[in-house]
């Protein structure tokens, strides 16, 4: 098997986990709020990183980088998982997953956007078109097609699902000046996270017994989209001879999510959600396949 075959393998490994948490995501929130799962599913995932560390025999790194390194890594942690997912929990407990998993992939053109702002990047004339491709697509879904009315299904909904896309943007985008090894660095991110979370559930009383169900989907939104996929995926980007080629794996993400939603979740996939995903994925390609200029 040669380098470039392991690390597609890899990535459609990480992209068929990935696909599967939006589904997760919905089950576990009928057992648990969304703070609850913040915290449950953040000590899931610190978990795995711990053990994933412990395979890599870096244990020993830890401490010593949790001593010199806590201040960013509170910092960061604070942002991500914390106020992330707990924003992004709170947009699927509104919306019918589908919806939200839609919103949720304009991170992306986000990101760019942010750019401008806080790294001082200029704009290219796809990017705007990007932009207005993009958010007419959460139009459609945020309106289930209903554009004339702007009468939204769920506003609060819609609203808080776009908020998670301006933190996890902005959590990105800080993250290019950090040095840290990913995985180490994701297990400080999360160690300093947790009281946070645990701490957010006592003050709003949701630290009360919950179903092993609720534990059971946390366990597997903490290891599979914030653990152990992201090594898989990191793994792909070093073997690969091509980065483009394996980050466009990415585009089939939402499109294998959607059928696991309608199949596990059993929600009817409304035609305004294939219309304004396909606006959203339009506007990302737009922005990735076309140089234009500033």
Same mark, same amino acid.
């Given at each position: 098997?040669?380098?470039?075959?392991?690390?597609?393998?890899?990535?459609?490994?990480?992209?068929?986990?990935? %696909?599967?948490?939006?589904?997760?995501?919905?089950?576990?929130?009928?057992?648990?709020?969304?703070?609850?799962?913040?915290?449950?599913?953040?000590?899931?995932?610190?978990? %795995?990183?711990?053990?994933?560390?412990?395979?890599?025999?870096?244990?020993?790194?830890?401490?010593?980088?949790?001593?010199?390194?806590?201040?960013? =890594?509170?910092?960061?942690?604070?942002?991500?998982?914390?106020?992330?997912?707990?924003?992004?929990?709170?947009?699927?407990?509104?919306?019918?997953?589908?919806?939200?998993?839609?919103?949720?992939?304009?991170?992306?053109?986000?990101?760019?956007?942010?750019?401008?702002?806080?790294?001082?990047?200029?704009?290219?004339?796809?990017?705007?078109?990007?932009?207005?491709?993009?958010?007419?697509?959460?139009?459609?879904?945020?309106?289930?097609?209903?554009?004339? =009315?702007? =009468?939204?299904?769920?506003?609060?909904?819609?609203?808080?699902?776009?908020?998670?896309?301006?933190?996890?943007?902005?959590?990105?985008?800080? %993250?290019?000046?950090?040095?840290?090894?990913?995985?180490?660095?994701?297990?400080?991110?999360?160690?300093?996270?947790?009281?946070?979370?645990?701490?957010?559930?006592?003050?709003?009383?949701?630290?009360?017994?919950?179903?092993?169900?609720?534990?059971?989907?946390?366990?597997?939104?903490?290891?599979?989209?914030?653990?152990?996929?992201?090594?898989?995926?990191?793994?792909?980007?070093?073997?690969?001879?091509?980065?483009?080629?394996?980050?466009?794996?990415?585009?089939?993400?939402?499109?294998?999510?959607?059928?696991?939603?309608?199949?596990?979740?059993?929600?009817?996939?409304?035609?305004?959600?294939?219309?304004?995903?396909?606006?959203?994925?339009?506007?990302?390609?737009?922005?990735?396949?076309?140089?234009?200029?500033?």
């Amino acid at each position: 098997m040669t380098r470039q075959t392991r690390a597609t393998l890899l990535g459609l490994c990480a992209v068929l986990a990935w %696909s599967t948490v939006a589904s997760a995501f919905k089950l576990s929130l009928e057992h648990l709020s969304p703070a609850q799962l913040v915290l449950y599913a953040s000590a899931a995932s610190l978990a %795995s990183l711990m053990a994933i560390l412990a395979w890599q025999k870096r244990l020993g790194e830890f401490l010593p980088a949790l001593r010199l390194q806590w201040r960013r =890594s509170l910092l960061l942690g604070a942002v991500n998982p914390f106020a992330y997912y707990l924003i992004l929990f709170q947009a699927y407990a509104l919306l019918p997953a589908q919806e939200a998993q839609a919103i949720n992939y304009t991170w992306a053109l986000t990101m760019t956007l942010l750019s401008v702002p806080l790294l001082g990047q200029t704009l290219r004339r796809q990017d705007l078109a990007a932009a207005l491709t993009c958010y007419l697509g959460v139009l459609v879904i945020g309106t289930r097609g209903e554009l004339l =009315s702007l =009468s939204f299904s769920n506003a609060e909904g819609v609203l808080w699902a776009l908020a998670s896309t301006l933190l996890w943007a902005s959590y990105w985008i800080f %993250s290019t000046r950090d040095a840290r090894e990913p995985v180490l660095g994701l297990a400080l991110n999360f160690t300093l996270a947790l009281p946070l979370a645990l701490l957010w559930c006592a003050l709003q009383g949701e630290l009360t017994p919950i179903a092993w169900q609720g534990l059971a989907g946390a366990a597997y939104v903490g290891a599979v989209e914030m653990g152990f996929t992201f090594v898989l995926w990191l793994s792909a980007m070093k073997l690969t001879a091509s980065t483009a080629r394996i980050a466009n794996l990415i585009f089939l993400s939402p499109i294998v999510s959607l059928w696991l939603i309608h199949l596990i979740v059993g929600e009817p996939i409304l035609a305004s959600t294939l219309a304004g995903l396909a606006l959203i994925l339009g506007g990302l390609l737009l922005q990735k396949l076309f140089p234009g200029r500033a």
